[in-house]
Nanobody, 125 residues
Framework: QVQLVESGGGLVQAGGSLRLSCAASGRTFSPYAMGWFRQAPGKDREFVAAISRSGLTIRHADSVRGRFTLSRDGAKNTMYLQMNSLKPEDTAIYYC??????????????????WGQGTQVTVSS
């Protein structure tokens, strides 16, 4: 089993930047597909970005492409989300997820087995 812990959220002004981290522990001897999702109040959990097991495929949602960048450091068992040019509509709780059985980079939250507790990102206008 994998445990995920997000960090790096906070309050930032529009146009600012934040970097989220997702540290994995537990079953970390094998890489797995991972992703970032976000959920705003009253809305469904939304796909943000994902990385395949091999790390060769990285996907970003249209709403964040060009502003957000997912990366992973295998040696540290940590995934990152660099968020630039933040907008008020990016305000949400951001979650990282892991899919132990996936090979590709899934964009549907139902494919993920494990989730972190989430970190709040608030962008003021």
């Amino acid at each position: 089993q994998v445990q995920l812990v997000e960090s790096g959220g906070g309050l930032v002004q529009a146009g600012g930047s934040l970097r989220l981290s997702c540290a994995a522990s537990g079953r970390t001897f094998s890489p797995y597909a991972m992703g970032w999702f976000r959920q705003a109040p009253g809305k469904d959990r939304e796909f943000v970005a994902a990385i395949s097991r091999s790390g060769l495929t990285i996907r970003h949602a249209d709403s964040v492409r060009g502003r957000f960048t997912l990366s992973r450091d295998g040696a540290k068992n940590t995934m990152y989300l660099q968020m630039n040019s933040l907008k008020p509509e990016d305000t949400a709780i951001y979650y990282c997820g892991a899919c132990v059985s996936c090979v590709m980079a899934p964009s549907h939250s139902s494919e993920y087995n494990e989730w972190g507790q989430g970190t709040q990102v608030t962008v003021s206008s």
